[in-house]
């Protein structure tokens, strides 16, 4: 009699040791499951905080954008005024500025960074038209450039090589001699065909300097011995 009553009570035990490790298991759960939980709220609340912050940026391009667009048409009046030469030129620059942080942030080929793309190219060559025409006019001498790269796999490497080396050149010999405006080649607009047809450039990246075009990528040294010829 008193073995069975041991055995009970080992029977007992191990009844409550089982309902214990259940107990457990189901908390281990509950808690995983809360905290799996809290991190989708969190990663919810930070998309929504994200994608907010990118729509204002995108509202705040437009609108400068537009701001620009005015005072491009405004300048036509007076090409040989110096405000829209310099302080409207680094407005498109900073301007560029802030849809590369955007790519950056969403990717070359997001929709909603062509469509900020599409606009600020055509601000860029309006800017291009009237310092063209500030050349013949006004009696001054620039090297402008239109600088046509892509995205595409195959030609960003060169397109991104070929810009930096620009960029760096444009910062050397200082925006009163050169202007660099970078085009995307691939987008779908009507005055880059056109462009694109008038100098024959059927390779990206390619360059137009003072109207003549220079197809593929050059190297910093080619492009630096005729800025030196320039002066």
Known sequence: MVIQIRKRKRGTKTVKKSRLSLERYLLAIALATLFFIIGILIGSAVTSSKMKSITTTEEDIRLEMLDIELQNALAEYNPCGTYFLYALGERIDNLGTRIIMLENQLGKNDKRVIELKKPYTLLQIQHYLLIRKRIEKCEEDYTIILFFY????ENIGESEKQGYILSYLSDKYGYEKIKVYSI??????GIINSLKELYSI???????????????FHPKE????????LD
């Open 184 to 189: 995307d080649g691939d987008l779908d607009l």
């Open 222 to 229: 080619e492009f630096e011995e005729i800025f030196e010829d």
């Open 202 to 216: 059927n390779t990206l990246p390619s360059t137009v300097m003072n109207n003549k075009v220079y197809i593929g």
């Open 150 to 153: 892509s995205n595409k796999k």
